[in-house]
């Protein structure tokens, strides 16, 4: 960016189109912590689209809407972030990798996505349908702790929603842009 060359972007505009936890991060995903990067709103949109509206924002209201309709109780099991399983979730934290953390995280939510694809819970009655809606909520819970350094507004608001035994739906996180 240069004012020189007229092409500086406002950060309080940006802010204020897109929110912060969109920002941040398309900041911490796109721009290396140790290079240079390049902004681009047409990438950002991209980005918040692709990532934030039809991955996690998609994710939450889908399991949401479905554990809301089954009228089944859930308990929130506390979500160990220093289990064995999160290893390459700490080597790239602390190694200020976060572009690969994040890339890291939403391969969680892709895989949750699926999940619910594959296993197609709005078919799905009794036992079969708490199961799946359990693990859903559970990769949920998983998903929104690890965003927390992240996303912070985002991880509060998706824990809060699924912290209490009954889940009701809420408004989207990310409405998508056109």
Do not use: C
Request: aromatic share 12%; no cysteine; glycine share 6%.
């Amino acid at each position: 960016m240069s004012k020189t060359l007229g092409n500086v972007i406002d950060p309080l505009e940006m802010i204020s189109k897109y929110g912060t936890d969109a920002i941040r991060y398309y900041l911490l995903r796109e721009i290396p912590a140790y290079d240079d990067g390049d902004f681009s709103e047409r990438r950002l949109v991209e980005i918040y689209n692709a990532d934030l509206a039809n991955g996690l924002g998609n994710l939450v209201a889908r399991v949401a809407t479905l554990t809301s309709k089954s009228k089944i109780k859930y308990q929130r099991s506390n979500i160990q972030i220093k289990d064995k399983k999160f290893e390459k979730y700490h080597y790239l934290f602390n190694q200020y990798r976060f572009n690969e953390v994040l890339e890291w995280v939403w391969g969680k939510v892709t895989e949750a996505n699926r999940y619910i694809d594959s296993n197609e819970p709005w078919k799905l009655t009794g036992e079969k349908l708490n199961e799946v809606l359990s693990v859903s909520v559970g990769n949920i819970l998983e998903i929104a702790t690890l965003l927390q350094p992240f996303l912070p507004e985002t991880a509060h608001k998706i824990l809060s929603q699924f912290s209490s035994p009954e889940i009701k739906v809420q408004e989207g996180l990310f409405p998508r842009i056109k």
